[in-house]
């Protein structure tokens, strides 16, 4: 198995506008996380095309589909995520979300479709593969975690999948480039919720009743104090409080507080030691205002930990295929989440974020944004870098099985 760089470059050019197309239809018809039941179909009417048996339905509209090289027992795999977003698209292009209030706003349009156009070729290739190739066209992303429960579903054996890669679009990084992030890339997250319960009563005798929403308000402002005064400066946490109900009206002593948020770590032990000092602060807090209260925790990711093997290849290839000035090393992380640290803990794995800023354009809008309108052109850089670094992995892990 020994493609050059310009073959697999021809073989990219042969397939970009029908991946472009694909990426249109994907754009023009998103769907939100649980909900991608024509995404899923357009994927397997395409993987049908293609002769590539899948196994659809898994972790909700999941699909797994296996191209098999020589070696049919192991393998490595490649994965895309497929839903979008509840934000009403506000760029005018011919192919705008004809689903209200649902936008591709996080690119996973691109990520489907680069997954597509990459198993294609590696099909075409697969007499010459060495080993098998999984690919994950992976649901709910934004929400509950499509990736572990694909992983729970068994995506990960028969043929074994010993490494992963996945990517992400970024627009404060040139269509054309991509961006790699040794060790810890995104932190671990877990969301948590409060339930403050006191004793409603009349605004004017407070005494009488057990003000929830005082003790509330004080765990809000008091769980800054967990990052600043119990975990270590040089490590990177955040607690973030994005929701607070509280009160039914001005004059009525408030008999119940909610509120929730999110918590990050990079590295996974502070994951603990946060959920231990919130729980301690917010059941002493309420206790000293004579309140109760409950605390429960849910959507917890594993920090995204970049495999260093990996890294490298990737790394090598990327630089071969683009070039050593489309490349980019961050040691900067994120405290951004994403459920591909799913995989990254059960297997090695490698994500990257590919370029999708238009060249010379300043104000690119960010994922997540009504007006975000990427660079179809990061769709060449993202195919060229899977295939290229597919087929090196395989090359390297051949030797292990
Ligand atoms: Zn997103
Ligand atoms: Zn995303």
């Not at 020994?2 to 769907?31: C, G, Q």
């Not at 480039?177 to 339930?195: H, K, Q, R």
């Not at 918590?263 to 030691?273: S, V």
Request: glycine share 8%; hydrophobic share 35%.
């Amino acid at each position: 198995m020994n493609y050059t760089i310009e073959e697999i470059k021809n073989k990219v050019d042969a397939v970009y506008d029908t991946v472009v197309s694909m990426r249109r239809h994907l754009h023009m018809y998103p769907e939100l996380s649980e909900e991608e039941c024509e995404t899923s179909r357009f994927i397997c009417q395409q993987l049908d095309l293609l002769g590539i048996p899948y196994e659809k339905d898994i972790a909700g509209h999941g699909i797994s589909a296996v191209i098999y090289g020589k070696n049919r027992a192991h393998g490595v795999g490649l994965r895309a995520d497929m839903d979008a977003l509840p934000i009403e698209e506000k760029v005018e292009i011919p192919f705008k979300s004809k689903n209200p209030n649902i936008m591709h706003a996080c690119g996973h349009d691109i990520h489907t479709a680069i997954l597509l156009g990459a198993a294609k070729i590696l099909n075409e290739m697969k007499d010459d593969l060495p080993g098998s190739v999984r690919l994950f066209f992976q649901p709910s992303e934004e929400t509950i975690g499509g990736a572990r429960q694909m992983i729970e579903a068994g995506c990960l054996t028969s043929p074994a999948i010993s490494s992963v890669l996945g990517l992400h679009v970024d627009s404060s990084t040139d269509a054309g480039s991509v961006e790699l992030i040794p060790g810890a890339m995104n932190a671990a997250c877990c969301e948590f919720t409060v339930v403050v319960t006191g004793k409603a009563c009349h605004g004017a005798h407070p005494n009488d009743g057990i003000d929830a929403l005082l003790p509330a308000c004080t765990m809000v402002s008091s769980l800054q104090s967990i990052i600043t005064r119990r975990i270590d400066p040089a490590e990177s946490v955040l607690i973030t409080v994005g929701k607070f109900n509280s009160g039914t009206k001005e004059n009525i002593v408030s008999g119940e507080a909610v509120f929730s948020g999110t918590m990050r770590a990079l590295d996974m032990r502070n994951m603990d030691k946060l959920k231990t000092y919130l729980t301690d602060l917010c059941k002493s807090t309420a206790a000293a205002y004579g309140a109760s209260c409950s605390i429960s925790f849910s959507g917890s990711y594993p920090t995204l930990e970049n495999d260093p093997k990996l890294f490298d290849i990737v790394m090598k290839t990327a630089k071969a295929v683009l070039g050593d000035t489309h490349v980019k090393l961050t040691v900067k992380p994120s405290l951004g989440a994403d459920d591909f640290a799913f995989f990254c803990h059960e297997s090695r794995g490698l994500y990257y974020n590919i370029g999708c800023r238009k060249p010379g354009e300043t104000d690119a809008y960010p994922i997540h944004s009504e007006l975000f309108c990427p660079d179809e052109s990061c769709i060449r850089t993202g195919i060229l870098t899977q295939v290229a670094s597919v087929l090196h992995i395989l090359k390297e892990e051949e030797k292990t099985w």
